[in-house]
Nanobody, 128 residues
Framework: QVQLVESGGGLVQAGGSLRLSCTAS????????MGWFRQAPGKEREFVTA????????VYADSVKGRITISRDNAKNTVYLQMNSLKPEDTAVYYC?????????????????????WGQGTQVTVSS
């Protein structure tokens, strides 16, 4: 399995930006579709976005469209989550995950069971 480590979380004011990184090791990273999820206290894990293994296809949850961008650099075994115009409701632990297949809908990529590996998460806190 691929091992995943997230970084880049922290405290930011509303309207600010953060870039999260997820670095992979283990099996071939470039063959995995990658996703980001988040979980706020007392809430279920929520799908944010996913990207195909080649990086040419992406899918986003409606709640983050236009504010969040996923990208990847297979040469660096890293997937990124650029978050702009952050809101207090974006506060959560953010997790990256690897999947064996990519589908072009949020409903399909939003199923946690589709993912075979998960990182430990990184905390993002947005203050008002």
């Amino acid at each position: 399995q691929v091992q995943l480590v997230e970084s880049g979380g922290g405290l930011v004011q509303a309207g600010g930006s953060l870039r999260l990184s997820c670095t992979a090791s283990g099996r071939t990273f470039s063959r995995e579709a990658m996703g980001w999820f988040r979980q706020a206290p007392g809430k279920e894990r929520e799908f944010v976005t996913a990207i195909s293994w080649s990086g040419d296809r992406t899918v986003y949850a409606d709640s983050v469209k236009g504010r969040i961008t996923i990208s990847r650099d297979n040469a660096k075994n890293t997937v990124y989550l650029q978050m702009n115009s952050l809101k207090p409701e974006d506060t959560a632990v953010y997790y990256c995950a690897a999947a064996e297949s990519f589908f072009t809908t949020a409903q399909a990529m939003g199923r946690p069971a589709r993912y075979i590996s998960w990182g430990q998460g990184t905390q993002v806190t947005v203050s008002s």
